[in-house]
């Protein structure tokens, strides 16, 4: 069974820094795609950034530059580096796990709150 913990959110001052992790526990999160996704309130869910088995990286328009995404292998975790964060970043965060290519696992969610 696929299990996925994510961490790091907090609140933070317009044009601060966190780091979000998705520990994977189930599944190998090198061998499979892994991504973050956010929720604002009111909204619906929408893609941040993911990370391919082979490394490849890809980001949402409105975070590029600013988010990085990136994995250890050896602790099976991805994290997401989110710099310059703006009030609109406030939403949850949630990590996804792809397996096979078919099989969706999603995190509980780590809340981001970005005041001005």
């Known amino acids: 069974q696929v299990h996925l913990v994510e961490s790091g959110g907090g609140l933070v001052q317009v044009g601060g820094s966190l780091r979000l992790s998705c520990v994977a526990s189930?599944?190998?999160?090198?061998?499979?795609?892994m991504g973050w996704y956010r929720q604002a309130p009111g909204k619906q869910r929408e893609w941040v950034a993911s990370?391919?088995?082979?490394?490849?990286?890809n980001y949402a328009v409105s975070v590029k530059g600013r988010f990085t995404i990136s994995r250890d292998v050896a602790k099976n975790t991805i994290y997401l580096q989110m710099n310059s964060l703006k009030p609109e970043d406030t939403a949850v965060y949630y990590c996804?796990?792809?397996?096979?290519?078919?099989?969706?696992?999603w995190g509980q969610g780590t809340q981001v709150a970005v005041s001005s």
């Open positions: 996804k796990l792809v397996q096979a290519g078919v099989y969706e696992y």
């Open positions: 189930g599944s190998s999160s090198s061998s499979n795609a």
């Open positions: 990370i391919s088995s082979i490394g490849r990286t």
